[in-house]
DNA sequence: AGGGTTTTCGACTCGCGGGCATAAACTATG
DNA sequence: CATAGTTTATGCCCGCGAGTCGAAAACCCT
């Protein structure tokens, strides 16, 4: 939970990915999020604003850490995140909302991956399995992932090279804008 | 866009039901989500944080306004809002988004409607028209509104008296948590 | 060359959203 | 009281998209 305070006349987007650079090293911040902000009263003397937001990173681009730094998954959480806790619970909680109806994953994964790769991504943030076909077959129709044609090359225990993809556009995309109810029926 | 100032030892939330109360007369705020934080630089000297919030409160429930206030539909808006046409517009993007996948339409409609009714609180916020029926049966599929068993007398002009009905929960349901992909395939 | 492994493609099923036609229930009029 | 007009409710059909499954394709190792 890197973070800080914001500099006069700083914006708080500006602040958040100052922040980021300078204590973890990140600065291919694929997508920023604002999550929710509240007044906090922890300190009676002081008053403090918080302000959270989620950062969403690629795979692979490893943020540089304190040595003595431990990675923990979003399920068993130690309790040693004070205030945090619920604001990972909603940073989470959101996340997996939007990839469930935009690209967001556009921010998790590589620049080119396999529909495997595509599909841990997914199982991670979900929690349970995914179907490399039908993700593929989902997000292509929608337009939001292609495939560039490379492929690649099969692992240590053999089987069939993967078709490498790519999504299409880098900015979030809400795929289905309204899913229940008639659509303003476009005439084309 | 009534607002105010929070005051110290104030939660966030606490302050913008306070600004409702005394100063449109809301009481009964159906929803409160707070949308996005930005710092505003438009006074050099003041160094200010806004923090919008989207309240919904139901149909029928009309503020206390001063006498000379005119009600403007969110598709023509005057000019005169400066700094508020965006946080008008991210909310009302956020309650299309929300009004198609969950039941954010409890704290719009009057405690008890009709599908008519309903259907037109929706075409108020979507800007199109929806069916009562489809409308009804994709609710009702959900478990999110049912009958009362009360039915509304015919208007003026006759017709068969409407059924009532009412939500059956009076805080937010994300009524589709995955759309696209596995659902975890609850047993039982 | 053959077995094992992984990916890809196609066909099939099923449930849901949407539309339409018809029945039901009420009001107003003569 | 009968009829026309209006509005709501109900049932049926259709199309589409998600999910599953099986077979084929492509690769590695022995």
Redesign the interface.
């Known amino acids: 939970m890197p973070g800080g305070f914001?500099r006069?006349?700083?914006?708080?987007e500006g602040a958040m990915r100052r922040h980021l650079a300078e204590k973890v090293g990140v600065t291919d911040v694929g997508h920023l999020e604002?999550l929710?902000?509240?007044?906090a009263?922890t300190h009676p003397e002081l008053?403090l604003?918080d302000?959270s937001y989620l950062a969403l990173i690629a795979r692979g681009a490893e943020p540089q850490l304190p040595p003595d730094t431990e990675w923990h998954g979003v399920e068993a959480l130690p309790k040693i995140a004070f205030g945090h806790a619920g604001a990972i619970a909603r940073a989470h909680e959101r996340l997996?909302?939007k990839l469930?109806?935009s690209n967001a994953a556009f921010a998790l994964a590589p620049p080119r991956f396999t529909l495997r790769e595509l599909a841990d991504v997914?199982e991670a943030v979900?929690g349970?399995?995914?179907?490399p076909t039908?993700?593929g077959r989902?997000l292509g129709r929608d337009g939001l992932i292609a495939a560039t044609g490379g492929h690649r090359r099969a692992g240590a225990a053999g089987g069939r090279p993967a078709a490498e993809f790519a999504f299409t556009r880098r900015e979030l995309v809400?795929s289905?804008?309204?899913?229940?109810?008639?659509p303003?029926?476009d005439a084309g």
Chains 1, 2 share one sequence.
């Open positions: 914001v006069q006349g700083e914006s708080l604002q929710d902000s509240h007044s009263d008053w604003l302000v997996r909302g469930s109806y997914y979900l349970y399995a995914v179907s039908n993700l989902v809400v289905r804008p309204l899913a229940a109810f008639k303003p029926e």
